[in-house]
């Protein structure tokens, strides 16, 4: 999967915001699981080239085909068993009162209504573990919402509302969470300081004493070692880390001569003592070579 460029905040906050009254709670719930598909799921041209649109339409339809979700919702039914108690009673009260529809994509699959089902029952569930026509129904509930089709004050509406919050929140917070954050660095705001910082365009908050002192990559080449290891990013660093990316940058620039010498300059400019010139010999011992070649009149 490849994922969108995509602030994962957008996504969580309607999650967070679904812990409302049921009516509330549902449409803040399905708009999370509406960004989730079409902002970090799936990309527009796979949708596309499944269905000729990217309607939201062909998004429901391709994670009704996600084998990977189908199987996973009946892991979670497994799991937990009061979740299973609530989806075979949901089950039950549409058998009952089917959620019918004017047209008919229950049991369906395919991105062509023409080519769905026409002898299948409508508007049920067959079973707990029929997770096409649990995402239908979450579909459903939403165009009623939406378009106004739901009443507050009707009983079979509120309860419709109440099984359409209770089995999404249930799947996104324990399926669709955790697979945004096992793919996300956090805090997200790092992501860009790291790169700006290993660039030499951000400093580092340093602890000094009972203070605390500003160092920007250049600088932490020579600082003292009591001050690492350094946090960043949720994980420690040490000088030996912070050498490695400088190398690292060094090595990409080598196509480049002008920014080559320009983050030499940045490393060298940075020792102010003998001792800290024999550090940089020591530090760059590998990458050395390479300048030289690059920069045949460079003073290393």
Request: a negative charge.
């Given at each position: 999967?490849?994922?969108?460029?995509?602030?994962?905040?957008?996504?969580?906050?309607?999650?967070?915001?679904?812990?409302?009254?049921?009516?509330?709670?549902?449409?803040?719930e399905?708009?999370?699981?509406?960004a989730?598909?079409?902002?970090?799921?799936?990309?527009e041209?796979?949708?596309?080239h499944?269905?000729?649109?990217?309607?939201?339409?062909s998004y429901?339809?391709?994670?009704?085909n996600?084998?990977?979700?189908?199987?996973k919702?009946s892991e979670?039914?497994?799991?937990?068993?009061?979740f299973?108690?609530?989806?075979?009673?949901?089950?039950?009260?549409?058998?009952?009162e089917?959620?019918v529809?004017?047209?008919?994509w229950?049991?369906?699959?395919s991105f062509?209504?023409?080519?769905?089902?026409?002898?299948?029952p409508?508007?049920i569930?067959?079973?707990?573990?029929d997770f096409v026509?649990?995402?239908?129904?979450w579909?459903?509930?939403?165009?009623n919402?939406?378009?106004?089709g739901?009443?507050p004050?009707?009983?079979r509406?509120?309860k419709?509302?109440?099984y359409?919050?209770?089995t999404?929140?249930?799947?996104?917070?324990?399926?669709?969470?955790?697979?945004?954050?096992?793919?996300?660095?956090?805090p997200?705001?790092?992501?860009e300081?790291?790169?700006?910082?290993?660039?030499?365009?951000?400093?580092?908050?340093?602890?000094?004493?009972?203070s605390d002192?500003?160092a920007?990559v250049?600088?932490l080449?020579?600082?003292?070692?009591?001050f690492?290891?350094?946090?960043?990013?949720?994980?420690?660093?040490?000088?030996?880390y912070i050498?490695?990316?400088?190398?690292?940058?060094?090595?990409?620039?080598y196509?480049?001569?002008?920014?080559?010498?320009?983050?030499?300059?940045?490393?060298?400019?940075?020792?102010?003592t003998?001792?800290?010139?024999?550090k940089?010999?020591?530090?760059?011992s590998?990458?050395?070579?390479?300048?030289?070649?690059?920069?045949?009149?460079l003073e290393?």
């Amino acid at each position: 999967m490849l994922t969108n460029m995509v602030d994962i905040s957008l996504i969580k906050n309607w999650h967070e915001k679904a812990k409302e009254d049921y009516f509330s709670r549902y449409i803040f719930e399905y708009l999370a699981f509406e960004a989730f598909l079409k902002k970090y799921k799936y990309r527009e041209d796979e949708i596309r080239h499944k269905s000729g649109n990217i309607k939201e339409r062909s998004y429901i339809q391709n994670i009704k085909n996600d084998a990977d979700y189908s199987s996973k919702w009946s892991e979670l039914l497994t799991n937990k068993k009061d979740f299973k108690k609530v989806v075979q009673e949901l089950t039950v009260f549409l058998q009952n009162e089917p959620l019918v529809s004017d047209v008919n994509w229950w049991s369906c699959t395919s991105f062509d209504c023409g080519q769905c089902p026409t002898n299948n029952p409508k508007g049920i569930i067959v079973n707990e573990t029929d997770f096409v026509n649990v995402v239908e129904f979450w579909y459903q509930v939403r165009n009623n919402l939406f378009h106004a089709g739901k009443n507050p004050d009707n009983k079979r509406d509120e309860k419709l509302v109440a099984y359409a919050y209770a089995t999404l929140s249930v799947f996104f917070e324990d399926i669709l969470l955790p697979e945004i954050e096992q793919r996300t660095m956090h805090p997200a705001i790092w992501e860009e300081f790291e790169h700006k910082f290993f660039t030499g365009k951000a400093e580092a908050m340093v602890k000094v004493g009972n203070s605390d002192a500003c160092a920007n990559v250049y600088e932490l080449l020579f600082t003292d070692e009591k001050f690492f290891p350094l946090i960043l990013n949720g994980k420690q660093i040490d000088r030996a880390y912070i050498i490695d990316k400088l190398s690292f940058n060094l090595t990409n620039l080598y196509g480049d001569p002008y920014l080559l010498k320009e983050e030499w300059d940045n490393i060298t400019r940075t020792a102010r003592t003998p001792e800290d010139k024999a550090k940089i010999a020591e530090y760059f011992s590998s990458v050395i070579p390479l300048v030289k070649d690059a920069i045949p009149d460079l003073e290393v």
